[in-house]
């Protein structure tokens, strides 16, 4: 018989890690839950008790966005955690002073809510996140958009699903292939296929040359060479890189079919850094 003792959170591991914070909603009347993506440990849910009565010693301790040390005690039951600890380390005061900002970080925490892992450390998408983060605040809004396609490639590839895009050695160059969505790679006639129903896309070479490129550069480097480029499209829009538009209905078509999220608020969230 398991002893009282053993189920209290003392009983469990302490563990101390740097944590983002990515959503923060009601538990009940006073409390609430907690969510954050850990450098040590991955995703992890905290339950804040009594966290909004006036005493607390949490108040002002965490908010969507911040960066915080994080110690609470691992526990494998109902995938929460008890926290005991919590000391912001960066506050990220510039999402407070910008909407689109906020709305753009709000998205970015989300997307990350909903696709790192309990309990896997990630840092490359933990560094990413905090370089979104830190960057936002000082964007424009065609870099707020810019950068959010840089992280939600960056996402991808951390997590292990991003597209492959290796064209065939046996196929005759050409700019443009049709891309299988559900497959995650080109489609070509040397390699059999189930999966030849919709969703495909035509994709030029400039979608996965400019994937590629985010990939292989800090977000800080992307945004230097997006502002020294200003260039425009046909219809007066900026478009620093060619293939800018086309990765992003890409990147929304590919996060919808594998990563099974609804695409209305990605499609708010880039509408309103334009609008």
């Known amino acids: 018989m398991t002893s009282p003792s053993e189920n209290s959170p003392q009983a469990s591991p302490l563990l101390k890690s740097q944590a983002l914070c990515l959503s923060v909603r009601p538990f009940s009347k006073t409390s609430q839950m907690v969510t954050w993506l850990t450098l040590d440990h991955g995703r992890v849910t905290t339950p804040v008790k009594g966290a909004q009565r006036p005493k607390s010693a ?63 450390a990630n840092p490359a998408l933990f560094r990413a996140l905090g370089d979104l983060l830190d960057t936002l605040p000082a964007c424009a809004p065609h870099e707020a958009t810019l950068a959010l396609l840089w992280f939600e ?73 997006a502002r020294a480029a200003d260039r425009r499209d046909d219809l007066g829009r900026p ?8 990765l992003r209905r890409f990147l929304g078509v590919f996060l919808s079919a594998h990563l099974d999220l609804p695409p209305g608020p990605r499609r708010t969230a880039l509408d309103l850094l334009i609008g």
């Open 239 to 246: 478009e620093p890189f060619p293939g800018i538009f086309g």
């Open 58 to 120: 949490f108040i002002g301790r965490y908010d969507v966005g911040y960066t915080c040390e994080l110690v609470f005690y691992a526990r494998e039951r109902e995938g929460v955690h008890h926290i005991r600890e919590c000391t912001p380390l960066l506050l990220r005061e510039g999402l407070r002073g910008s909407w689109r900002a906020a709305e753009a970080a709000a998205y970015a925490c989300d997307l990350t809510m909903r696709t790192a892992q309990p309990g896997m």
């Open 153 to 225: 490639s960056t996402l991808l590839h951390a997590v292990g699903l991003g597209p492959d895009f290796a064209p065939c050695p046996q196929c005759a160059p050409t700019p443009r292939r049709l891309f299988s969505v559900e497959e995650g790679r080109f489609l070509c006639e040397h390699r059999p296929s189930r999966l030849r129903t919709p969703p495909t896309l035509t994709l030029h070479d400039d979608v996965p040359a400019l994937y590629r490129r985010f990939l292989g550069e800090p977000l800080a480097k992307t945004l230097l060479e």
